[in-house]
């Protein structure tokens, strides 16, 4: 069974940083591509970072660009995601999820497994 | 940045019925839309891919069309469970983008 389990979020303050940490398992980490996607109170759904299989290649929303960088340890199964320069409207429920593999192996960034997901506020 | 819409914010369906969803791209994204489904204290649950094509356990009642800029999720006959809030998202380019929703509750 996959699981993702992420963690670090909490309350911090605006301009201030938090590192996430999502650990995987269940699956083969090294060849799964990740994403970080965020639900704001209220709101819907926003894609935010996406890190290939090998770390090689990185995404971001341009909401973010800039202020979080996205990393993984494949030798521990876990992906992270450095928040800096942290402002109000990020204030999100965080969840890390695996890029879907269809049935002939390939893989595409639509999100088959998530994590419950972490809380992250900011607010002075 | 491809912006997703969706219509209706809400719709009001009995059990049984059916219900259409819609999912408009701001220039087109091919077939590279999916569709999720969330229910409230879960994560999303992903539906359709690549426009038409159901992902793992997914039941035939849900089913995915169209290209370009213009989709459809369409369910066939509603279960209870199915009441629900739908997104629709694109993978044509980076980032990556989903559209606002669609709330589908008990008429």
């Known amino acids: 069974e996959v699981q993702l389990l992420e963690s670090g979020g909490g309350l911090v303050q605006p301009g201030g940083s938090l590192r996430l940490s999502c650990v995987a398992s269940?699956?083969?980490?090294?060849?799964?591509?990740l994403s970080w996607v965020r639900r704001a109170p209220g709101r819907g759904l926003e894609w935010i970072s996406a890190i290939s299989h090998d770390a090689t290649d990185t995404y971001y929303a341009d909401s973010v660009k800039g202020r979080f960088t996205v990393s993984r340890d494949n030798s521990k199964n876990t992906m992270y995601l450095q928040m800096n320069g942290l402002r109000a409207e990020d204030t999100a429920t965080y969840y890390c999820a695996t890029h879907y593999v269809d049935s002939s192996g390939y893989s595409m960034s639509y999100f088959g497994y998530w994590g419950q997901g972490t809380l992250v506020t900011v607010s002075s | 940045e491809i912006v997703l819409t969706q219509s209706p914010a809400t719709l009001s369906v009995s059990p049984g019925e059916r219900a259409t969803l819609s999912c408009r791209a701001s220039q087109s994204v091919s077939t590279y839309l999916a569709w999720y489904q969330q229910k409230p204290g879960q994560t999303p649950r992903l539906l359709i891919y690549?426009?038409?094509n159901r992902a793992t356990g997914i039941p035939a009642r849900f089913r995915g069309s169209g290209s370009g800029t213009d989709f459809t999720l369409t369910i066939s006959s509603l279960e209870p469970e199915d009441f629900a809030l739908y997104y629709c998202q694109h993978r044509f380019n980076w980032p990556n983008t989903f559209g606002p929703g669609t709330r589908v509750d008990v008429k």
């Open positions: 690549d426009a038409s």
């Open positions: 269940g699956l083969t980490f090294r060849i799964t591509a």
